[in-house]
């Protein structure tokens, strides 16, 4: 079992950034591939970013290439994700997940232990 807790939401202005924070407890956080999603409301949950284990390999959604950076650190059991140049479009509330298949996947179905969310509003 694994407990995921994100944090670092909030209302920030166009063009502006954040950092959002996912810490992990229970078992080890190093042997799991990881990723963020977002639902905004209205909408179903998309995926944004995913980050292998060891850190060496992530992928992005077109839509957040080139503003947003996932990364971890093993040592902290914890899963980030920078956001910058954020768009109001970007508002939504945002997930960390643990990979199962370990292979990046861009389907909500491949993802387990689903922390509660952390909210972001970007405003015009």
């Known amino acids: 079992q694994v407990q995921l807790v994100e944090s670092g939401g909030g209302l920030v202005q166009a063009g502006g950034s954040l950092r959002l924070s996912c810490a992990a407890s229970g078992r080890t956080f190093s042997t799991y591939a990881m990723g963020w999603f977002r639902q905004a409301p209205g909408k179903e949950r998309e995926f944004v970013a995913a980050i292998r284990r060891s850190g060496a390999t992530r992928r992005y959604a077109d839509s957040v290439k080139g503003r947003f950076s996932i990364s971890r650190d093993n040592v902290k059991n914890t899963l980030y994700l920078q956001m910058n140049s954020l768009k109001p479009e970007d508002t939504a509330v945002y997930y960390c997940?643990?990979?199962?298949?370990?292979?990046?996947?861009?389907?909500?179905?491949?993802?387990?232990?689903w922390g509660q969310g952390t909210q972001v509003t970007v405003s015009s």
């Open positions: 997940a643990v990979d199962r298949s370990g292979t990046l996947s861009g389907h909500e179905d491949e993802y387990d232990y």
